[in-house]
């Protein structure tokens, strides 16, 4: 049925505060589809997506605070609205709701919205509640814990072969998932140079894809450490099968509790750098220098977010899936590098490379929807989906970066590198 013939109170009242919300959105390149199955139909002649509304206090539950991220998102979650079709083209439509409007809107849009049925109660249950001092060792181990203790056979549907859950690197753009991934673990040894016999420490090494690749394909005695022990057990059980285990481990450590007196020739920290925090800024760079050996080198692979942008928290990703996480900008990352001591050497960003592995990431996942809902259940798969394709469009438009930052333990002295990148593009 066409909604515009609907008379249904509550459809009309939803349709009316609708139009008002995107009459300034075009062309609107979606369908709208309401709880009795009327439609209200895009402009476009194909519909990017549909937005299905699942009853009649669906709008209250999406719109009932100002911050839309976190409304919309809860909604989402909790199933008062749900998305078919491509859902990386409905976040354009979430940043015109943010952009702000005039008061004159507002103000008609809240007259609209106190219209509407009013929504079902809900208590957010799944949503994270840490507790102790931020960015302490405890504190750190719980957000860990929150976000990775999900089975890991959750992530073995969409992440590649390896299970690499971190940026992948094309060459091309047309690889599949699998090969973007090997060229990532690739490109990580080549920039630092490995050499057979070095000592190479993965700070937060997931489920240890590239210490096996470092010690399997460069010869390195590779350790990784992480605080989720379901990566702990995986890792430490793919070493096993690998017969790596005389050049290969895994531990079940924070980055402040490596005790290491030997040192390493090359540190290398992939994905989780966006965990340590502005405040502990100075803690990691310090521990970093005191696990180098001289002349060492350390690359530092992490998101980072636009730096005319201010962080929040409170946000849906703060909530539901990295809590405690935090986006610096990627000068505050260099200043701390330096005051620390190190020369840092060459920075790229690698943007791009996110988007497209995340589209891969959220393609696999919605492919894997009945076998994810063996392993957990909708509300997860959705806080998955939801927050992989909209953090995939904030590296489409330059909201947040990915940075490989590569630095060396010198104090006052040639860096002991190679004069140009080339050997890092031999392959």
């Known amino acids: 049925m066409d909604v515009i013939q609907n008379p249904d109170k509550a459809v009309q009242a939803s349709l009316r505060f609708l139009q008002t919300l995107v009459e300034d959105y075009h ?8 709880w009795d199955g009327s439609v209200w139909k895009a402009e476009t002649p194909t ?12 709008l ?25 079709g491509d859902i990386f083209k409905v976040f354009p439509l979430e940043d015109h709701f943010e952009q702000g409007m005039p008061l004159e809107k ?67 753009g047309k690889e599949d998932i699998d090969t973007a991934q090997e060229q990532k673990l690739d490109y990580i040894c080549r920039k630092l ?40 057990r995986w890792a430490n059980e793919r070493i096993k099968r690998e017969g790596l285990e005389d050049r290969a481990r895994v531990e079940l450590l924070d980055y402040r509790e490596v005790d290491e007196p030997e040192g390493y020739d090359k540190l290398v920290s992939v994905g989780m750098f966006e965990h340590v925090g502005e405040k502990m800024l100075p803690v990691y760079f310090k521990k970093a ?39 610096e900008p990627i000068w505050l990352t260099t200043r701390a590098a330096e005051e620390t001591g190190f020369d840092v050497r060459d920075i790229e960003n690698l943007r791009e490379h996110y988007a497209l592995t995340l589209r891969h990431w959220v393609r696999r996942l919605e492919a894997h929807h009945d076998d994810a809902l063996k392993i957990v259940d909708e509300t997860t798969y959705r806080i998955w989906r939801l927050f992989m394709s909209g953090s995939s469009y904030g590296f489409e438009i330059g909201r947040h970066k990915l940075f490989q930052t590569l630095m060396v333990k010198v104090e006052r002295a040639p860096s002991g590198l190679p004069w140009t990148r080339e050997d890092w593009y031999c392959k």
């Open 47 to 58: 519909p990017d997506f549909t937005l299905v509304l699942k009853h009649p206090g669906a």
């Open 60 to 84: 209250r539950s999406m719109f009932r605070v100002t911050d839309s991220d976190l409304s919309l998102g809860e909604a989402y979650i909790y199933d008062d609205f749900d998305i078919e």
């Open 289 to 327: 220098w005191e696990l180098l050996k001289p002349g060492g080198v350390f690359l530092n692979h992490g998101i980072a977010r636009d730096a005319n942008i201010p962080w929040k928290r409170g946000t849906f990703g703060d909530k539901y899936v990295f809590p405690d996480g935090e986006l």
């Open 106 to 172: 507002k103000a008609r849009l809240l007259k609209l919205y106190l219209s509407l049925p009013k929504a079902p109660s809900r208590v957010p249950s799944r949503a994270a509640n840490l507790k102790g001092q931020i960015h302490s060792i405890e504190r750190d181990r719980a957000a860990i814990r929150y976000h990775y203790d999900v089975p890991s056979e959750f992530y073995a549907l969409w992440l590649d072969k390896n299970m690499v859950y971190s940026c992948a690197y094309f060459k091309t």
């Open 193 to 232: 140079r490995l050499k057979p016999g070095e000592r190479l420490l993965d700070i937060g090494c997931g489920w240890g894809a590239l210490v096996i690749h470092a010690a399997k394909h460069y010869g390195v005695q590779a350790v990784g450490i992480t605080l989720s022990e379901n990566q702990y």
């Open 27 to 34: 062309p609107r390149n979606f369908d709208v589809r309401f």
